[in-house]
Each structure stands twice: as structure tokens, then as C-alpha cells.
């Protein structure tokens, strides 16, 4: 049956009537919209950590000289000595605080345009860099290098040589990786458009630890020459444990970032982010590690001896980091 006049009118103005509709309607708001975005990214990261370090002990002859009788006659006596540690052992705590700069990649996707604040999912991926200190969590005076070669001067005591004693750091490394996914909710005040971001993380970290410990060891004081006493030098000996490991730490938290539109750039729009998150250490927080030297020397009991230190570094269970950054939103008009 062949279509009246009317009635071929009529299907005509349907797609035109459509078309005027959705022009009408005007271009989609972003949270009707699956919006991905590029970020910089550059803030602090803080944990504290405990640390402690022994060491074996150590026996030896010790030979020493003196002139009771005003410099006539040297009097030499020899005992052993034996201490329980090579140095005394330390422990201590430090907060690892490490800047970091990183890029971040995130995806949102349309809003529930329904609800308050059209809540809609997100999620993120974080690459940092960061640029953390060698941190000296536990330390017993200035461990470096012993002197080479020792001092021969009479009556120096072990205390007063340069590059002694015993200490556990870490240090951060430079690659880190985070994730995060959450809800953001939008709205608009005083003209720009706020968003507010609570989310669940995912945090990947790796320390490098290290351990020294340095003694040194005199086996004879010496003496200075005298009316009947030639003069005899110091008889030293060093002993230089080091030992390192690394480790990874993963944890899992909470995080918040409220963030800011301010201008657009072409298919872009550009916003600003402060952003706060706690993790939680997944796993054993412990970490332990040891180190030996063998030294051989005539006043050593036995003559050649195997000495051991021992560190152990343990990371309290939360880890807290705070940053701002700024968010390129592809969102072409």
C-alpha cells in the first residue's frame, strides 16, 4: 500500500525533529564521559624503622709498657683481654624520609548521574623516582676507614683512632611503584570543578641496607725513650666487618586526593591535586643480615680468627606519603 502525502511528511521531519533534539542537548558534561589523564607528581614519603647491631667477641694478648721507677728500668707486662663484642652493641630509630617525582596515569569512568556528586570509578598508576639519603638508624660513634698506616706514638688508647665503631643504614632506592582505585565524586563551587577521591592502594618499594663495624685493636702500648730505655712504637691491628642487603617491601592502605580544574589547553584540561595515603607493610617487616672477616695476628688467641657481626632492621607497620601534582584530562570539545 502506497504512503499518503501526510504521511511521507511526516517520516521526513522524524530525523530532523532527532537532530534538533540532540543539538538541544548540548555537548556531554565529563562526568558523563570515560576521561583518561597523564600527571607529574612530586611529594614526601615517611616511615620509621628500628635497627640494631652485635658483634662476636674477641680475644687477645696486650702487651704494656711502663717506668715506675722514673724512667731507670721499663716494666712489661703482658695479659689477655677478652671483650664480649669487638664493639658495643647499638640500636636505634630514624624516620626514612625520601622526596620523591614520579608520573601518573589514570582512568575515570562515566558517573552515576543520579547520585550525589555523580560518583564514578577510577583508577591509577604511579611510576616515582625517588631521591632518598643514606640513613644511619642505628650508629655507635663514626665507623669510616681505619688509618693506614696505624700510629706508632706511645699511649694512644684504642678510642682515639679515627674510623671506629658500628652502624646499620638504609637507604631507599630510586624506583618505586604505586597503584591506587577508588570512587571520585564531583562538584562545582565558586565556578570550578572539584573533585573528591578516596581510594585503596598499593605501594612497592625497595631499601638497600648496610652494615660496618670497625675496631681497633692494640696489642702493644709502646714507650717513648729514656735514660735507660730505648723507645719502642705501638703495635696495632684492625678488624672491618661489612655486610648489605636489600629488600622489598609491598603494603596496602588508603589514600584521599582532592583535585581542582583550572584551565583548559586545546583537548586537555588541566588540574591541580594534593593527595594524602598510609600503607600498611604486607609481610614480615624484619629484615636480618650478617657479615665475617678472618684476621690473623700473633697476639690473637687463637692466632687467626673468624669475627661476625650481625644486623637486624625492622619497619614499623605503616608507611605515610603527602604530594601535589598536576593532571593533564583528555577532554576534547
Not at 28 to 41: A, H, K, M, Q, Y
Not at 104 to 124: C, D, H, K, N, Y
Not at 133 to 140: H, L, P, Q
Not at 165 to 194: K, M, N, Y
Request: proline fraction near 8%; hydrophobic fraction near 35%.
Amino acid at each position: 500500500m502506497r504512503a499518503s502525502p501526510r504521511s511521507r511528511i511526516l517520516l521526513a521531519l522524524v530525523p530532523v525533529c532527532a537532530l534538533a533534539r540532540v543539538g538541544a542537548a548540548g555537548p556531554l558534561d565529563e562526568t558523563e564521559r570515560w576521561v583518561p589523564s597523564l600527571g607529574i607528581t612530586s611529594g614526601v614519603l615517611a616511615q620509621k624503622a628500628d635497627a640494631s647491631v652485635t658483634s662476636s667477641p674477641i680475644t687477645y694478648l696486650q702487651t704494656v709498657r711502663s717506668t715506675p721507677d722514673n724512667g731507670v728500668t721499663e716494666v712489661v707486662t703482658t695479659s689477655t683481654i677478652t671483650n664480649p663484642n669487638l664493639r658495643p652493641p647499638t640500636s636505634g630509630d630514624d624516620v626514612l624520609v625520601t622526596p620523591y617525582v614520579g608520573g601518573s596515569a589514570e582512568l575515570m569512568t562515566p558517573g552515576l548521574q543520579s547520585l550525589w556528586g555523580r560518583p564514578r570509578l577510577f583508577v591509577r598508576t604511579d611510576l616515582s623516582g625517588a631521591f632518598g639519603t643514606e640513613r644511619k638508624v642505628a650508629r655507635e660513634r663514626t665507623p669510616s676507614q681505619l688509618p693506614d698506616p696505624f700510629p706508632t706514638e706511645p699511649y694512644i688508647s684504642e678510642e682515639g683512632i679515627p674510623g671506629i665503631g658500628s652502624e646499620t643504614t638504609a637507604e631507599v632506592q630510586p624506583f618505586a611503584i604505586a597503584a591506587g582505585a577508588g570512587v571520585a565524586f564531583s562538584l562545582d563551587l565558586g565556578g570550578r570543578r572539584f573533585r573528591i577521591k578516596p581510594s585503596v592502594e598499593y605501594s612497592r618499594e625497595e631499601i638497600d641496607f648496610t652494615g660496618a663495624v670497625i675496631r681497633a685493636v692494640n696489642t702493644d702500648t709502646g714507650i717513648e725513650g729514656q735514660v735507660n730505655i730505648q723507645p719502642k712504637p705501638s703495635q696495632w691491628f684492625g678488624v672491618t666487618i661489612h655486610g648489605d642487603e636489600k629488600q622489598v617491601f609491598q603494603g596496602v592502605g588508603a589514600g584521599l586526593e582532592l583535585e581542582m580544574d583550572t584551565v583548559r589547553a586545546g583537548p586537555f584540561m588541566l588540574s591541580l591535586f594534593i593527595d594524602g595515603r598510609g600503607v600498611k607493610i604486607l609481610g614480615d617487616r624484619k629484615v636480618e643480615f650478617s657479615g665475617q672477616t678472618t684476621v690473623s695476628n700473633p697476639a690473637l688467641i687463637p692466632t687467626t680468627n673468624t669475627f661476625t657481626a650481625d644486623w637486624e632492621f625492622e619497619k614499623k607497620p605503616w608507611s605515610f606519603s603527602g604530594g601535589v601534582g598536576i593532571r593533564f584530562r583528555w577532554l576534547p570539545e
